[in-house]
């Protein structure tokens, strides 16, 4: 993957996020929306996956079939809401590793405080995703790659559901080496940190919660 956005304007995920976004689209139909959407969006960031071959045997002959080459994929959530993303992803690519970080955000300096990391082994060897629908301000994205780095990981695609372009260019400016897949490019972020038009608090619409 060489550009570093891809925007994944494919009708069916422009249709589903439309409903999204929608205020009055409830928990169930969000849910069942984002996984929908993270089937297009895995399809998306797998696209220029590495490939081999390996001799199998059908039942008429032997032939050298195309398959994916290397260890097998790792995925990151970035807790919560990357959750609902990750769901998605696995449907298509079920024998990834999973990892999760958690972040918060410090209420004082804003900045992202990590209060959980578990990641799986060999992250060298693995292309890695990390999945958070909202890329807002950039600053939890770019912490949780720190954390991906220092476990050794050189190979990281970011994927989100909707991007701000001042996440966008935190994410440019701290990992240039990660290629970022979306379904859009909102205006703006507001005062408070939240994509505007967007689709509120992701984690909040996903779970249910206030
Ligand atoms: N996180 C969200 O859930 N929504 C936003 O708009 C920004 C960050």
């Given at each position: 993957m060489t550009e570093h956005l891809t925007l994944v304007d494919h009708p069916l995920v422009q249709h589903k996020l439309s409903l999204m976004r929608e205020?009055?689209?409830?928990t169930n139909s969000f849910r069942r929306l984002l996984r929908e959407i993270s089937h297009l969006l895995a399809y998306e960031v797998t696209r220029n996956l590495p490939m081999t071959t390996r001799t199998i045997d059908t039942p008429l002959c032997p032939m050298d079939a195309p398959v994916i080459e290397g260890k097998k994929l790792a995925l990151v959530s970035i807790l919560r809401a990357g959750n609902g993303l990750l769901d998605g992803v696995l449907d298509l690519v079920p024998a990834a590793r999973v990892g999760f970080i958690g972040l918060y955000r410090d209420?004082?300096?804003?900045q992202p405080v990590q209060y959980y990391s578990k990641l799986p082994e060999h992250l060298e060897d693995r292309l890695v995703i990390a999945v958070d629908p909202m890329l807002a301000t950039g600053n939890s994205s770019a912490a949780a790659v720190d954390l991906i780095k220092a476990a050794g990981a050189t190979n990281i695609r970011f994927l989100c559901l909707l991007a701000a372009p001042e996440g966008i260019a935190r994410m440019k400016e701290a990992h240039p080496d990660v290629p970022i897949v979306t379904a859009a490019v909102d205006e703006r972020l507001n005062e408070q940190g939240y994509?505007?038009?967007?689709?509120?608090d992701a984690g909040d619409r996903m779970f249910g919660t206030k």
């Open positions: 205020r009055t689209t409830s209420e004082e300096t804003l994509i505007v038009p967007g689709l509120g």
